[in-house]
């Protein structure tokens, strides 16, 4: 039968025992090593769930900001949001555009396609009072080259790779995880075409796969000290392919449904409407010291 | 150890021989059986994760637009959008405001407190060529109930409930489970104020478990033909109380960090910025047929 992609259930492990992560460490190999210590060595069809966190430090994906020189928009923004002029700059960086700004976080399209808050620059389980990771350069080459090493290391071929991250989301409370990336998996799994109970021809649905296992994991990984950087997820493998690459989650450009939406109704807030759509001209969101 | 909610593991099943649920059906009874007759029996600290749709039939929320009155407004956007007027009017029943539109959807503030396409208001899977359903009126109340009753059925006291539907996001390809209510579980995990590996104190962490669950649960429930309406997750028993009520996962009114983000963007896609903000006076969204 199609879909329901473990129809006889599926496990979530906690990959626990890896050490702590340095650059160039082997990620993949200290996660066959730690699985097997586990009695969980890897088989067909299992996913890894990577903290996107892990990924940058095996890589050396972590900067000492008295190292990073700012510029005047950092300093500036720096000032008005009071944070480090070396954080804001890397924020930067890592950003094609700043889009708003909320109570000391930026909101930013990132280098890599995402809308997200500071861009990924984070500190939390960062060693080193002035260290912040980035996310890593190119998640989805990250994934895949997690994949090659874990299959070379475990000589399991059928694997999939999912690097996490969590975020915040529009108009809801708490973070979730989402995929950052992935590799050898059918990361969005398309329902257009197939049929519902009653047979009627589904016209919308595609699901993000890889975003779910990225939440199923995220269950097990937590967000403190807790030192799980990791999980299994086990008896899902019809979502595993043969192929490395995978479908990219995130959308290209601004084609996007919900575009449009938010700030015209942030204005009438102010301005109760009758129900019908009116024009509005929003002010630009607020930065400190910026010239509009 | 605080957090990792899950830190053995826990196992996801998709509560397969549920009959299909019709007005009136005992919802929570008829799951505990199902579950006895998997060999499931429920435990304490179990979560059962429903399909909103189920528990949509089972309080008979499905709607017949034929009889449906629709008003002017709901007339003039049927037209602009080539749907049937009563399925615009129920849409519009179900939402304080539609905040834009996008090929033929209608993205709502919905009377729950949702910013969302179409107001929940849904064919898939819903029998009759001219029925839809409706998302709960009170969806807490509802998971609410359903925890008061799986608790009758099946003796055990500490359980979780949470409704999920599947939502598109903003700038992310796919759909993604999420809770549109729960009972019976924190539904937030507060990490302010723990320590990270190296003791640094978090600032800004909450999880949504509730999303996560129901995004764990939306891997083996899908979306098609598979009459798999309901999950169990077993070993996430700490995320569970004793209490019914849960903290709800909706942003009250505005105050949303990511406010003002959207419109301002999409509008300066069409006059490339230097880098820095501009005022813009976006036009709005574009509504066949509305008077501006």
Known sequence: MFGGFGMRGFQVYPVEGLPLISCGDDLAGLTVEALEKLGLPLREGDIIVYSSKLVSKAEGRIVDIRGV????????????????????????????????????????????????????????????????SLLPEDPYGSAEELLRRLREASGITRLGVVLADSATRPFRKGMIH????????????????????????????????????????????????????????RGLGNLTTEDEECEKLTVDGWQDIYHGVFQPHHRRREAPSDGSPKPISPSPPKIPGERG
Chains 1, 2 share one sequence.
């Open 69 to 132: 020189e700012a510029s005047r928009r950092a300093k500036v923004l720096a000032a008005g949001l009071g944070r480090p002029a070396g954080f804001i700059q890397l924020v930067l960086d890592e950003s094609v555009e700043v889009l708003g700004i909320w109570d000391g976080l930026l909101i930013v399209l990132d280098k890599r396609g995402m809308v997200c808050v500071n861009a990924g620059v984070d500190k939390s389980n960062v060693e080193g009072e002035y260290s912040y």
């Open 178 to 233: 989402y995929a950052l990336a992935c590799a050898g998996l059918r990361s969005l799994w398309d329902y257009r075409g197939s049929s519902d109970i009653y047979g009627r021809t589904l016209r919308f649905k595609v699901s993000s796969t890889a975003d779910m296992l990225a939440c199923a994991a995220g269950l097990v990984m937590g967000e403190a000290s807790e030192k799980v950087g990791a999980a299994l997820i």
